[in-house]
């Protein structure tokens, strides 16, 4: 697992993930505003400020950094507009594993992106950055979320009972890995 410097982009047939660029603080801070978008989500009450601090933060990460996760801008492939974006997160384990987020712009929900955005960010996590497994985590009301983990291959692997903003919940961990990856990939 190395840092990833020369990143640029993984493109699918649809879409586009790339770093995020000024120009997307906008469009960024409208969905993570939706309160229906940051229900299960870690933010709440997002101001345009905060996307402006994020996009201009995160321009100068890349991604592998060992523990510290990175946010990928996910845009049309034909129009570059901003849909969502995904997370990765890698450790610094021997060999080491992976925590993927996705997060999609309302509009562009149920449309199958999520799962194409995160199946391109696990082929860039598992192939460039040689992970063992990789996971995400969810709320079991996340209806949506746990799908997309179920049609990348994920299983539940443990579930929690916890408080998330307040609320009674439990939070269910998915996983994948490699081996189970790469038999799905053939």
Not at 36 to 56: G, H
Not at 108 to 126: K, P, R
Not at 136 to 153: C, E, H, M, Q
Request: proline share 5%; glycine share 6%.
């Amino acid at each position: 697992m190395t840092r990833d410097a020369t990143f640029t982009a993984i493109e699918t047939g649809r879409l586009r993930l790339r770093r995020f660029e000024p120009g997307d603080a906008a469009a960024f801070h409208a969905y993570r505003a939706n309160e229906a978008v940051a229900r299960y989500q870690s933010w709440q009450d997002y101001t345009i400020e905060q996307a402006e601090r994020f996009v201009d933060e995160i321009a100068k990460d890349d991604p592998g950094v060992p523990g510290a996760p990175f946010q990928f801008a996910v845009v049309g492939l034909d129009d570059e507009e901003l849909m969502g974006d995904c997370m990765l997160v890698i450790d610094a384990g021997d060999p080491p594993t992976a925590e993927i987020g996705y997060t999609m712009a309302p509009a562009h929900q149920g449309h199958g992106y999520a799962t194409e955005a995160a199946q391109a960010l696990l082929a860039y996590a598992f192939d460039r950055h040689e992970i063992a497994a990789a996971k995400a985590v969810t709320d079991a009301r996340n209806a949506p979320s746990i799908a997309v983990a179920k049609r990348l291959g994920m299983r539940l692997m443990s579930a929690e009972q916890t408080r998330f903003k307040g609320e009674p919940c439990e939070e269910q961990t998915y996983e994948i890995t490699h081996e189970t990856w790469q038999s799905r990939r053939t």
